[in-house]
């Protein structure tokens, strides 16, 4: 497999070799929709939480006798069907939200996801990226100029001036391979990776 090789002014100048077991595998949808749900589910904090009947700041005693009132009969206000009444069946702040997904199958999902985007043609390899100041601007400048407008750019190393020159653009995301995850590749229209995290990114998968 064959990934092009981009200059600073966004030319492809030559290729790449790359895995065909990660970078030209089949696009499995079903696949990576379950890797993408079940990584966004393992991230949920789970610290949601409601009010039952017995945790409601509300008396137990009944609000009028059994018979005779002509009204419904009613046990205590903190009933389900009241206002103010508890739910019936309330969130529990440690309800588990985790999906399981093998290794071999969470693997198999980036390769689907790289794989498409390299035949998408949204997939680019620069020698390297970086800044040489803690700029904002020049980041911002250099990106336009390679014709990246939303892009994710996934690097070998992650210094402190490409760090705080990227994480004040709202469309670009710069991440080290080892942090790459399903969620950003699927969600950023085009992906740079250097030349560095291609390999490392092999590693970490085969």
């Known amino acids: 497999m064959e990934l092009k090789l981009i200059n600073d002014e966004g030319q492809a100048t030559a290729s790449v070799a790359a895995s065909d077991a990660l970078f030209g595998r089949e696009f499995n949808e079903a696949l990576v929709h379950q890797v993408v749900t079940a990584f966004r589910a393992n991230g949920r904090g789970g610290n949601r939480a ?9 008396s137990t005693r009944k609000p ?17 069907l009241w206002r103010g009444g508890g739910k019936t069946f309330p969130s529990s702040p440690d309800e588990n939200f985790t ?3 093998n290794r071999k199958m969470y693997r198999a999902g980036i390769s689907s996801i790289l794989s498409q985007l390299a035949r ?6 620069v020698e390297s990226f970086g800044v040489d100041a ?10 336009k100029g390679m014709g990246f407008e939303e892009v994710l750019v996934i690097t070998d190393n992650m210094d402190q001036n490409l760090y705080l020159s990227s994480r004040n653009l709202p469309n670009v995301l710069v991440v080290e391979a080892k942090h790459a ?19 490392q990114i092999e590693e970490m998968l085969l």
């Open 50 to 58: 409601q009010k039952g009947r017995s945790d409601v700041a509300k």
């Open 64 to 80: 009028w006798r059994q018979k005779g009132t002509g009204r419904a009969r009613a046990g205590m206000a903190s009933s389900p």
């Open 99 to 101: 999906h399981k997904v």
């Open 120 to 125: 998408e043609g949204r997939l680019s390899v």
């Open 134 to 143: 803690p700029k904002t601007k020049a980041l911002a400048q250099k990106l």
């Open 181 to 199: 995850d399903p969620v950003n590749l699927i969600r950023f229209p085009n992906v740079l990776l250097t030349r560095n995290a291609v390999k």
